[in-house]
């Protein structure tokens, strides 16, 4: 980590991201008012002591990046009618600033189609669309010329199955931890699912079934780490 001067001089964008934060004993919910590469700003009910270590679940559209962060200060903010938390990240994280440029590219692509610009929350603006204003013009010119036919492009080869027994470990958006044992029995996978850390009394997994190859376990593993 820099110094504070370093820090300060870090660009932070003005963007709103769903959060969660906490650790295993507590966990809250709120928004990214602001982000950096050394730290960001949550506005939200729940709040930590000073100099705590937590971890911060950063929502993006696609996927959630991991972090973990301390506490450097805590209360009311001006900008924002309930409290807010300010994080310095204790280690850098390479994904958030690829996830953060993916995003701000496809909402600049996005505000570019619409013909608008984009608000304070980061999302392209609704108001009038150039497109749609141009949609007479074009139809008074007649249709347009056929676009030339492009060869497809060659299947790519199948990917090799891994060694059995595999493991993977996927975070849902919500914050869950899911590990993934992948067994290989004759002519089918066995894929089973568990959350992690395990809830006491329970026994039985959260996902049990089999598949025709590894490629299908694997998109079972991934669904259901989406809709959980």
Not at 24 to 33: C, N, Q, S
Not at 53 to 75: D, E, K, M, S
Not at 202 to 228: G, L
Request: aromatic letters at 8%.
């Amino acid at each position: 980590m820099g110094t504070g001067d370093e820090r300060r001089r870090k660009i932070r964008y003005q963007r709103r991201l769903p959060v969660r934060f906490g650790t295993d004993a507590k966990m809250g919910g709120g928004t990214v008012l602001d982000i950096s590469e050394a730290g960001l700003r949550i506005q939200s009910a729940e709040t930590f002591p000073v100099n705590s270590i937590i971890l911060v679940f950063v929502q993006f559209p696609r996927h959630t990046v991991r972090l973990r962060a301390r506490v450097v200060w805590g209360g009311s903010d001006k900008e924002a009618s309930s409290p807010t938390m300010g994080l310095t990240f204790t280690r850098p994280e390479p994904q958030l600033a690829k996830s953060y440029q993916e995003w701000c590219a496809e909402i600049k692509l996005l505000a570019t189609q619409d013909g608008g610009d984009e608000d304070e929350a980061g999302a392209p603006s609704t108001a009038g669309s150039a497109t749609a204003a141009a949609a007479p013009e074009a139809a008074a010119a007649g249709p347009a010329a056929p676009e030339p036919v492009r060869p497809a492009r060659p299947a790519a080869p199948p990917q090799p199955e891994p060694k059995s027994p595999a493991r993977r470990r996927l975070e849902s958006r919500q914050g869950h931890t899911y590990d993934a044992l992948f067994e290989k029995w004759p002519g089918r996978w066995e894929l089973t699912i568990v959350q992690v850390p395990r809830q006491l009394g329970v026994d039985a997994p959260d996902f049990q079934d089999t598949f025709d190859d590894f490629k299908s376990a694997e998109d079972a593993f991934r669904a259901f780490v989406r809709d959980h």
